[in-house]
């Protein structure tokens, strides 16, 4: 297993990560006491508004008691904690519990659900699905329907100074109390999803940035040894040759003889370390560009001895023009090569890479003699962390293989960072009874660039390198 595979193995294994079990560690302490301090203030307010302008009569008493229990835990929770202090999803949990009986209180001593302010009960709730798994997300919110069910059947009524209740007739009470529960349900789910998506999202680029960083590492690391081999080329050279013609006149003294062969035997030594360091002795590893053909080869080379046959064909150009030199991206190198690992994972016996160009565009197909994408997902390849069933067959294939779609995203994300425009689809349907080795029945996937997208202008390829510059590592 390369480095490379290794990481995104790490990634796509991490269940913390990709479920977000520790999402409720990103939210701030400070956040939800600023919250807070906002709510008591709009409770203070709000009372002050009803009383003196609307002539409404409260137990001023119980809301004393309610809303100095926010004002008490603020204060301890500031001074107690440090000012970077991120919550435990239990301490996320007890805090949002305690805002929603907090706000509870203030409704049932209000008049209940006959108090405008009572769809404020839903701000926690979002909050919850948004920053808690969804266990504890599940349980605010039912006991935020609990506590709405309570106060819409026990609660101080609203009266004004002269003794007149203020109350909604019955079916709007029952409207006001379906539409909060609704509300709870709808926003939970709503929240808990969007937010899921923009995280899966985020852990997916970010498997990405990792995968591209260490692609650029190793091209770079290859090149520097290339480079070394091709500048220590002439003094290991002169090395080689002064050594034997002191070997030779030292013919008549056996242990100074010895010396002059053991250092041209090192000599051979050395060369042979630089070579065996590079990518099969390849000294294009320092160049910045290379034929088209040469790139697609270097992106397939880790799979093309697994056992499966990988045919590369070019079929030419279509308007008489001659094979693109393309630079040498570490985003088109790792892509592709995850592109064909995907293909010969899945294959019967054969992958066929197949290759043409013309003035304007560049196109290439990567097909497999396998079953195909399932029909299911097939609108949604290159989408992060998508799971669907995998059939025992497929199993077999790739039985350390999640099934999580990163791959196929990472590689559609560098590739299009190029320039690229990607197309999946199948050679057959999936369930043909007539599928065998050797046909191209499954996964087909097209990429398409405008060829001044990738490739060097006409003339150039034939430019002049000039002196080597270093690699910043």
């Known amino acids: ?26 939210v701030r302490l400070r ?18 508004a009803a009383a003196t302008l609307f002539g409404l009569k409260f137990e001023e008493g119980g809301f004393a008691l309610v809303i100095g229990a926010s004002i008490i835990l603020n204060i301890v929770t500031t001074f107690i904690y440090p000012e970077n202090k991120r919550l435990s999803e239990r301490g996320a949990t007890l805090m949002l519990l305690f805002d929603i009986a907090q706000l509870s209180g203030m409704l049932f001593l209000s008049g209940g659900l006959n108090n405008p302010f009572s769809l404020l009960i839903l701000a926690p709730v979002s909050i919850a699905s948004s920053a808690l798994r969804p266990v504890s997300a599940v349980l605010i919110g039912v006991l935020t329907i609990i506590f709405v069910s309570f106060i819409a059947l026990y609660n101080v009524p609203l009266q004004t ?17 379906a539409a909060i529960v609704i509300g709870v349900v709808f926003l939970g789910v709503f929240s808990w999803k969007v937010t899921s998506e923009i995280h899966g999202m985020s852990d997916a680029l970010l498997a990405t940035q990792m995968a591209l960083f260490r692609e650029q590492k190793l091209t770079d690391l290859g090149g520097v040894v290339a480079a070394a081999a091709h500048e220590l080329g002439t003094p290991l050279a002169t090395i080689k040759l002064v050594s034997r013609e002191l070997a030779d006149e030292l013919s008549d003294k056996d242990e100074l003889r010895d010396d002059a062969l053991l250092i041209n035997e090192q000599a051979d030594r050395c060369r042979d370390i630089l070579h065996s360091m590079g990518q099969a002795g390849k000294d294009d590893l320092h160049m910045r560009l290379a034929p088209l053909q040469t790139v697609i080869e270097e992106a397939a080379a880790p799979h093309m001895s697994r056992g499966k046959t990988v045919l590369l064909d070019l079929i030419g150009s279509e308007d008489g023009s001659g094979q693109p030199f393309v630079y040498r991206q570490p985003e088109i190198i790792h892509g592709l090569r995850n592109l064909v690992q995907n293909a010969v994972d899945f294959s019967e016996t054969t992958v066929w890479i197949d290759v043409t160009w013309s003035h304007d565009n560049i196109t290439l197909r990567i097909i497999d003699d396998g079953t195909g994408f399932p029909a299911s997902v097939i609108g949604r390849i290159g989408d992060p962390f998508m799971r669907a069933h995998r059939a025992d067959r497929d199993m077999t294939k790739r039985p350390g293989y999640q099934g999580m ?3 196929l995203f990472i590689a559609k994300t560098l590739l299009e960072r190029t320039g690229a425009e990607i197309a999946f689809a199948n050679g057959s349907d999936r369930h043909d009874l007539h599928l065998h080795a050797g046909r191209r029945s499954g996964a087909i996937v097209e990429l398409s660039w405008k060829r001044s997208q990738i490739s060097v202008p006409e003339g150039e390829e034939n430019r002049a390198l000039g002196e080597n510059v270093p690699f910043t590592l």
Request: negative net charge; without cysteine; proline residues 2%.
């Open 161 to 177: 100074v002269s003794g007149d209740v203020l109350m909604m007739p019955r079916i709007f009470l029952f409207g006001a109390w």
């Open 1 to 26: 297993m390369t480095q490379l595979d290794h990481n995104r193995s790490m990634v796509e294994n991490d269940d913390d990560l990709l479920t977000g079990e520790h999402r409720s560690g990103w």
């Open 405 to 407: 779609g990163l791959g």
């Open 31 to 48: 956040t939800l006491i600023l919250v807070r301090w906002i709510a008591i203030a709009g409770q203070l307010a709000t009372i002050l």
